[in-house]
């Protein structure tokens, strides 16, 4: 069942979804953008660590999206 979530909640949910995933790398997280930049992502979150490009951000991220009806299929 989809519904709306904050944009905290949507974080959390992010790196939950991040953590349980069999590909999760210690390093792996969403973090909120620094003060007064817009983030270039979809989700609106900066991707941290050594890899910020890695395909299971956007895995993680449309999964989360489609779940809470924020990226409609």
Request: charged share 30%; proline share 12%; no cysteine.
């Amino acid at each position: 069942m989809a519904g709306k979530l904050t944009p905290q909640e949507f974080l959390d949910e992010l790196n939950r979804n991040l953590k349980d995933h069999p590909g999760y790398e210690e390093w792996m997280q969403f973090v909120p953008p620094p003060e007064g930049i817009e983030p270039d992502t979809v989700e609106g979150f900066e991707r941290a660590g050594p890899q910020p490009r890695h395909s299971l951000y956007d895995l993680v991220a449309l999964k989360v999206g489609e779940a809470f009806d924020m990226f409609p299929k």
